[in-house]
């Protein structure tokens, strides 16, 4: 019985610090969180666009609901002539990766707290004769109830972090979605000796944001996921060794 309730607390101290996911990821690198689905209610596409791929002979796309208005030109559709910017899956948009963000926190509080209460009892009728028979040392009955209490606290907290990546990448249209915006993925990997560096990005764009040389700034895309990493010898020796990563863990203090 000592040995299951032991098993126990020991299961219950390991859960409450995180070890079994740490050590699950002795290794590994840290998961992104994956992209959630983004709302795109449906438009219509202008007439020009539709007029435009007939004439270059290519498959026409799927019935489309019957159009509200006679304009060329509606609500979220692309340009009535067709430019050479990504806009269709599989066109390739060139991703303009410029980071440098810096960042200053300080934190600082303090609390101050004092109190004291005093009070006594001269006269009750004849009664305050009868406290020193109570409590012991002759007490004083004006007297009786006197204290003080003081409290102080004092934090102080100090971030700073700054990061900087510039690097260009190019990028696959991986699916159009219903209002026009585009979900993009692009990979980069260089192998320099026993390194390799890769580099990721993923995430929505809008085709109004893509410039002339069809490139996008990556402030610009939504649900940007960017990873920046590497793998090799390098990796391997900046890393520590997988018993102290597994012997911190299991560490309690």
Not at 49 to 55: G, I, K, T, Y
Not at 63 to 81: E, K, V
Not at 111 to 137: D, M, Y
Request: proline fraction near 7%.
């Amino acid at each position: 019985m000592k040995r299951v309730i032991s098993s126990l607390l020991l299961v219950t101290m390991l859960s409450g610090c995180g070890v079994p996911g740490r050590l699950a990821n002795v290794g590994r690198a840290p998961k992104v969180t994956p992209m959630e689905d983004p709302v795109a209610p449906i438009i219509e596409p202008s007439l020009g666009n539709q007029a435009a791929a007939h004439r270059a002979g290519r498959t026409p796309p799927p019935p489309q609901p019957p159009a509200t208005s006679a304009s060329l030109f509606r609500t979220g559709a692309g340009a009535f002539f067709r430019d050479q910017r990504a806009s269709r899956v599989g066109d390739i948009v060139t991703i303009r990766i410029n980071i440098a963000d810096k960042a200053v926190v300080d934190n600082s509080t303090s609390r101050t707290r004092a109190g004291a209460e005093s009070g006594g009892i001269s006269a009750l009728l004849g009664l305050e004769s009868q406290i020193g028979k109570i409590l012991p040392g002759n007490p004083d009955p004006s007297t009786l109830v006197d204290t003080s209490s003081n409290s102080k606290a004092v934090g102080a907290g100090n971030t700073q972090r700054s990061e900087q990546i510039n690097m260009t990448v190019a990028a696959l249209v991986t699916d159009v979605l219903p209002n026009g915006n585009l979900m993009i993925r692009g990979r980069q990997e260089v192998r320099v000796n026993f390194e390799l560096r890769e580099l990721i990005v993923a995430g929505v764009i809008r085709p109004e944001d893509i410039a002339r040389d069809n490139s996008i700034r990556h402030s610009q895309i939504a649900e940007a996921r960017i990873i920046y990493g590497g793998r090799g010898q390098l990796t391997d020796a900046q890393q520590a060794r997988w018993g102290q990563q597994i012997y911190d863990a299991l560490f309690p203090f």
